[in-house]
């Protein structure tokens, strides 16, 4: 089969990857860590950390989970936190002790997050604080044994002598609280508390290989229970090669300056902000809350951002924020879209703003995560999802699993070092979504344009049937974004009598003298008779998972 996308390649970029020098991500880690040392790796408010403060602390995190509570290698650990400084500390030490680290989301229900402790078997989990209340509604349920409670507080005291207690029998037992109305089994030690432990304690770090597992990264459960997809070291290294090679020509090592609102337990965010930026020596700007548009602008306007990552309502809603069009944007080089199609008519507005276009890349948690990247190549930039990264295969295949001709829909299936090894423990559900090519089926329907470039039309699960005609609700959304008045939208199948499904329309609109017959006139003159929403309604918000996906199983 003929790979006429590898034209499209960035000039200078070969197919393929280099062979993996690292026998893991932990290799990678040192490697930072000494030769960038005392610069800035991630700077949280007016907190900061250097390379080697994230060195020492992770190492005192690391420490205190081996010797206090007997954490070994392939013990999965859960962290529940959103982005601060903290998040490092705590990924790092559960990685530097071997163990498997399963991210999850602080916004999460009492039956989501009982469902991915069980799942995981996790006996371990350090956890923010405003996340103790749920979690509580469902420990007796689950295997937990420890509870670390992380707070916002200062962590690098932890790096000053005068924190260390001389008795740690007595230090043990002031640090494992019952907080106050929670009712929690196991016993909770402060995060402060356990780094001081961890201090007096020294680490055998074990050794792993690229096979071996690094996180249990969950997927969202759009259609069902969560799954965690298996990613080993080679696997997240792997993507980093890929994504190092493919845009070496726009990295400077040791002076990018990045700003992370994505939430880092996401796969986006985790693997190219937290863990590709950090082995280019990146300084790392966290946003806590994505949600305070003011504040997150405010943070922006104190630095000179040389990369930055989004997803399509995460831009569109700084677009909308007052003093955002005032920013200096003379350093930025590269801007990534991501977790969802990067509407046309918003990444219009982004250039004309900012005077830098949205990149469109395209991957999944089961990828970790780039498949594929867009990136102008000669001044000139296709609209789509771009280009499989190196050492990447996709086709695009029918429901027999044979390929389908350029310009046709079907289902996009990828192979790569990237790819996870399977879920979780469960073979029937792995089974699934490879082919027999061992190809890894995304869900998501997609084609290969006549000039080599692929785009996704939409997942397999949104598609609406009306009449026997396949409508996309990503195109109808891209339309109604066009229109004046519409902050954004999100479309739906509903039962219909006479057409089987029909389309159902949710406008969130700026200007209050906008009505449904205008949009209704508008997408008459844009969209087939059949793809025109049958009713429309106007709502305060449409419902977003963290990272900033639209639920629209959750507006069905």
Known sequence: MIRKWRKNYPVGVSTNIEPIKQKSMLEVFHQTVDRYQQ?????????????????????????????????????????????????LVAMWGVIRVG??????????????????????????????????????????????????????????????????????EQQTQDSK????????????????????????????????????????????????LSKGAMLSHGNVLANLYQ??????????????????????????????????????????????????????VNTWSKIKVTFFTGVNTLFNGLLHTAGFNQLDFSALKLVIGGG?????????????????????????????PILTLNIEKCGQYISGIGVPLPSTDIVILDKNEQPVSDCQTGELCAKGPQVMS?????????????????????GDLALLDDLGYFHIVDRKKDMILVSGFNVYPNEIEAQVAQIDGVLESACVGVEDSKTGEAIKLFVVKLNPELTKLDIEKYCRSQLAAYKVPKTIEFIDSIPKSSVGKILRRELR
């Not at 989301?105 to 956890?127: G, S």
């Not at 405003?130 to 349920?141: C, G, K, N």
């Not at 979780?424 to 979504?433: H, I, M, P």
């Open 39 to 87: 610069k800035v790796a991630y700077v949280e408010g007016n907190k900061t950390l250097s390379f080697y403060e994230l060195e020492e602390l992770s190492r005192y995190f690391a420490a205190y989970l081996q010797n206090d509570l007997n954490i070994k290698k392939g013990m999965r650990v859960a962290l529940m936190c959103p982005n601060i400084l903290s998040f």
């Open 422 to 442: 399977g879920y979780w423990r469960d073979k029937d559900a792995t089974s699934q979504v490879m082919t027999k090519g061992g190809y890894f089926k995304t």
């Open 340 to 368: 969802a199609p990067v509407q046309d008519s918003v990444s219009d507005k982004w250039k004309k703003v900012t005077g830098k276009r949205i990149n469109e890349g395209y991957g999944l948690s089961e990828t970790s």
């Open 99 to 168: 163990a498997v680290l399963v991210n999850v989301n602080p916004l999460y229900t009492a039956r989501e997050l009982k469902h991915q402790l069980n799942d995981a078997e996790v006996e371990t989990m350090i956890i923010f604080d405003s996340a103790l209340p749920v979690l509580d509604q469902i420990i007796d349920d689950t295997g937990l044994k420890h509870v670390i409670k992380i707070d916002n507080v200062d962590i690098k005291q932890c790096l000053q002598q005068n924190q260390i207690k001389t008795n740690k």
């Open 243 to 296: 994504y190092e090679a493919f845009c070496r020509h726009l990295i400077r090592y040791g002076e990018e300056v990045v700003i992370t609102a994505i939430p880092m337990y996401h796969i986006f965010a985790l693997t190219v902000n937290v863990l590709c930026y950090f082995s280019f020596g990146a300084s790392n700007h966290l946003i806590a809350n994505p949600r305070d548009m003011k504040r997150f």
């Open 177 to 224: 609280v019952r907080l106050e109305n929670i009712n929690l089994y196991p016993q909770v030690i402060n995060f402060s508390d356990a780094l001081n432990l961890g201090k007096n304690s020294s680490l055998k770090e074990p050794v792993s290989d690229l096979d071996d597992l690094m996180f249990l990264q969950y997927t969202g459960g759009t259609t069902g």
